[in-house]
């Protein structure tokens, strides 16, 4: 009997497990397969296999039965903006959450998660942005400096490809890039404008996850240039930018060594009290609703920034009576995300006899500059813009009849639009934080979340700056019919929520140590979102990638060493 | 151009178990082919002259289903109340069923139908007839092939090109 139950144990037992399959999981199975753990690789919804599942990729605009409406039955599951176009859309009742203040929640439920559906910007932090915390005292100060980081920035960009031009700049540190696209004519005119204007402030080509010149670690990926389809939301069938199912997860799949399981909800971390570790985790089967344990030696937990946090917080055992690695009381605190409030567009009326021809996937990119070199403003930290100007076909819809056939027929080429759109830090606050329900419960029997994140002083603050010198700098660029607003969207909406485990020195003020391992139960990894003690304004995958990897090879050795 | 539920274009496999039967079927006896009153307002809309219009594009058809599957009940009972209602307003003026009309007579009552109110039934229909024309007809295969000159791949960006540029992959 003893050796049928250890044998049924042995048989869910791996080396590692790594909890989610977005562009953090993807590369925790990568390094770790690589390295030759047996990874038991979890995803709460259903497989996405490269190419074969992106049913929508090839369709041209007339192959869409509804011409991509979504029908009554999609809105019904989908809800009231479900399509007929993108393959990846989350079930509308799949897990409620409590908005205690409006909280836009985007999740990638499915294999490859969020990598399917992300805007593929890789910009790397810089010092500027580690030493922001201590320098301007907020939050906690990062237990690592950008030495710890940069030689795994390099790492990743190598595997994952990025198209980026080599801008010398300290505050966004130049990588491993492969060519970058073209940029618009009005986009170097704005530059060359605003670069002698302004002594602090640079427009860059938006570096970004695409293909441009093949490599033969990116051909060995089944990876081919990017054809500027600019469909990369409905999967994309080259592989032409960076998602798990393209990459990461195939590779560490070739190792032998992974187990993708899909249809797996995780509930919590089994903590043993005994071994003072975490042995495994407990999983709802989504479909047949029973409740599984796998266990292993390491773990990490990549199931996004918020339902990592959740998932921490739903393990309490003896040793951690209010969620794993809670010893100071922060878990589920501090939590911040983007500010993408600010929005500034414009006309410009020169270059009338220039346009730009074909689709670009990337666009210009003004790193920050507000209290960059010193804090000198009336509000903390500072912003990142994104910005493309473009003149294409303008087709108007006026008229009916043969004036509306017109129209259509014989797009003509107005004036040259702008627009840039603001991506600012967020300094994380206690008071900004989610929790658990303390009855309600999804259909998984996981508590559902309570959000409870709202705007500052410092943010408003940072949108009237924002459009300020946005608007000053398109009117010394000559640009004409400028237009500003603040969405004064909900939390969240930028798809950038980050924090409730954070990094740390002090196992009081934080749940995470350098390595991205919790303080006080060192074989769990946390190392997407969860982990950011500040927001600086780069998009965020890239620097999960590289912590991921980085931790992951950190673990390896500390297997090694015995010491986990 | 008729189309048969479930035929030709088949739902995305991602969308499999949905169902495919169309519960409701508005304008119920009506098929698109025998739909004069909606043909006569997409070809209003969008007329053939000596290119390919609404009608030849398949278009009212394509409204038809768009409406029965992706809109409530409420949206599709205003838009055939607001078509009737411009159908009405033919005879009235013209003396004759709105398909039977001239261009010039339909563009006219259309015209009046803008007009209204746009939370009536007529003002609903017509805003919701153009943007379903357009949306049907811009989308249609002819348009995007040979209007657009769309190509799918290989695609390009180009950030500086004289405006007469012509790009040598695009459709001619």
């Known amino acids: 009997m003893t050796n049928i139950l250890t044998d049924a144990k042995k048989a869910m037992t791996y080396d590692a497990i790594v909890i989610g399959t977005g562009i953090s999981g993807g590369w925790a199975a990568k390094e770790l397969c690589e390295k030759g753990l047996k990874a038991l690789v979890l995803e709460r919804g259903r497989d996405v296999k490269h190419i074969m599942d992106y049913p929508t990729a090839n369709l041209e605009p007339w192959e869409f039965p509804h011409r991509g409406k979504g029908t009554l039955e999609m809105q019904r599951i989908y809800g009231k903006t479900a399509n007929e176009i993108n393959p990846f859309q989350l079930k509308a009742d799949e897990q409620p959450y409590i908005q205690e203040k409006p909280f836009r929640w985007t999740r990638g439920y499915h294999v490859g998660g969020k990598s399917l559906l992300w805007a593929r910007q890789t910009q790397r932090w810089s010092d500027f942005d580690y030493e922001g915390p201590l320098r301007d005292g907020y939050a906690v100060d990062w237990p690592i400096r950008y030495a710890d980081i940069a030689p795994w920035y390099s790492h990743v960009e190598k595997f994952i490809g990025v198209s980026g031009n080599r801008d010398g700049l300290a505050s966004l540190p130049d990588g491993e890039f492969l060519p970058p696209m073209e940029t618009s004519i009005v986009e170097q005119h704005l530059k060359g404008i605003v670069e002698k204007h302004y002594s602090d402030r640079h427009i860059i080509y938006g570096r970004c996850a695409h293909i441009t010149k093949p490599q ?90 918020l339902a990592s946090t959740q998932i921490l917080m739903n393990s309490a055992s003896t040793r951690f009576p209010n969620g794993l690695g809670n010893d100071g009381g922060v878990l589920g605190k501090y939590i911040s995300w983007h500010n993408y409030r600010g929005h500034v567009n414009a006309n410009y009326d020169g270059y009338m006899d220039r346009r730009t021809d074909g689709r670009t996937p990337t666009n210009s990119y003004i790193p920050r500059f507000r209290n960059l070199e010193k804090h000198n403003m009336d509000f903390l930290r500072g912003y990142a813009t994104g910005l493309s100007a473009g003149r294409g076909f303008a087709r108007s ?168 | 151009m008729v189309f048969i539920v479930g035929s030709a274009i088949s739902l995305p496999s991602w969308a499999n178990g949905l169902s495919k039967t169309v519960t409701y079927q508005p304008g119920t006896s009506l098929s698109a082919d025998d739909n004069p009153l909606l043909t006569s307002v997409a070809d209003t809309i969008i007329p053939t002259t000596d290119t390919p219009g609404a009608k030849e594009l398949g278009v009212p058809a394509l409204i038809q289903k768009i409406l029965a599957d992706c809109y409530e009940k409420d949206v599709n009972d205003s838009f055939y109340k607001g078509m009737n209602w411009a159908n009405d307003k033919a005879k009235a003026d013209a003396g004759k069923p709105f398909a039977e009309c001239t261009t010039e007579q339909r563009l006219v009552v259309l015209k009046r139908a803008q007009a209204e109110d746009p939370a009536s039934d007529q003002g609903k229909f017509i805003k919701m007839a153009k943007e379903l024309t357009i949306l049907g007809y811009t989308s249609s295969e002819y348009v995007v092939k040979k209007v657009n000159k769309y190509v799918m791949i290989p695609g390009h960006y180009y950030g500086n090109v004289p405006l007469n540029y012509v790009d040598p992959n695009a459709r001619n």
């Open chain 1, 216 to 305: 033969p670690i990116h051909s060995q990926q089944g990876r081919a240039q990017c054809m500027n389809r600019t469909l990369c939301n409905r999967g994309c069938p080259l592989g032409g930018y960076f998602s798990s199912n393209a990459s990461t997860l195939p590779w560490a799949q070739r190792t032998g060594h992974m187990t993708l399981r899909p249809h797996s909800v995780v509930h919590s971390i089994i903590y043993d009290e005994k071994k003072g570790k975490a042995t495994g985790v407990r999983v709802v089967d989504s479909e047949s609703k029973q409740m599984l344990e796998f266990y292993a030696r390491i773990i990490f937990v990549n199931a996004s920034a």
């Open chain 1, 397 to 564: 819809q006026e008229g009916l009849g043969e004036d509306l056939k017109k129209h259509l027929t014989n797009p003509e080429y107005g004036e040259w639009g702008v627009g840039a759109w603001m991506m600012g830090e967020i300094i994380p606050i206690e008071s900004n934080h989610i929790r658990l329900h303390p009855d309600l419960k999804d259909q998984y029997g996981v508590p559902e979340l309570i959000m409870s994140c709202d705007w500052t002083e410092n943010d408003d603050k940072m949108v009237k700056d924002y459009i300020e010198q946005l608007t000053e700098m398109f009117t010394v660029a000559g640009f004409k019919n400028i237009r500003s607003n603040d969405s004064h969207s909900a939390p969240g909406s930028d798809i950038h929520e980050m924090g409730g485990a954070r990094m740390g020195h002090d196992p009081k003020t934080s749940i995470l140590n350098k390595w991205n391992q919790v303080h006080s139960c060192k074989n769990v990894f946390v190392t997407d979102g969860a982990c950011m003690a500040s927001t600086s304004t780069q998009n965020p995958s890239l620097t999960y990638m590289a912590y991921t990897a980085r931790a992951a090879n950190h673990a390896v050795e500390e297997i090694k060493k015995m010491n986990i």
